[in-house]
Nanobody, 122 residues
């Protein structure tokens, strides 16, 4: 199943930027589509961004389009989420996940990280 470990979260002011990283081990990283999801207090976990195994194709949830960028480095077994122009509504625990399918559905992701907290103050 492998292991995913997120890092890079923190407390920032509105308008600031953060870059999340997710390091993979124990799986053939270049074979997996990767996704970032988030869960805010009292809300369901939601899709944020996804990238295909090759890195050639990406997709984004509407609330983050134009502000967030997902990328990956298959040589380093790492996927990134660059978050710019952060808003208080971006506050959530952010999770990376791996899937054999190019999907926005969290149920298609079988390997998950432990999550990293992102808090954006107004």
């Amino acid at each position: 199943q492998g292991q995913l470990v997120e890092s890079g979260g923190g407390l920032v002011q509105a308008g600031a930027s953060l870059r999340l990283s997710c390091a993979a081990s124990g799986l053939t990283f270049a074979s997996y589509h990767m996704g970032w999801f988030r869960q805010a207090p009292g809300k369901e976990r939601e899709f944020v961004a996804g990238i295909t195994a090759s890195g050639r194709s990406t997709s984004y949830a509407d609330p983050v389009k134009g502000r967030f960028t997902i990328s990956r480095d298959n040589a380093k077994n790492t996927v990134y989420l660059q978050m710019n122009s952060l808003k208080p509504e971006d506050t959530a625990v952010y999770y990376c996940a791996a899937s054999l399918y190019n999907s926005r559905n969290q149920h298609n992701y079988g390997t998950w990280g432990q999550g990293t907290q992102v808090t954006v103050s107004s």
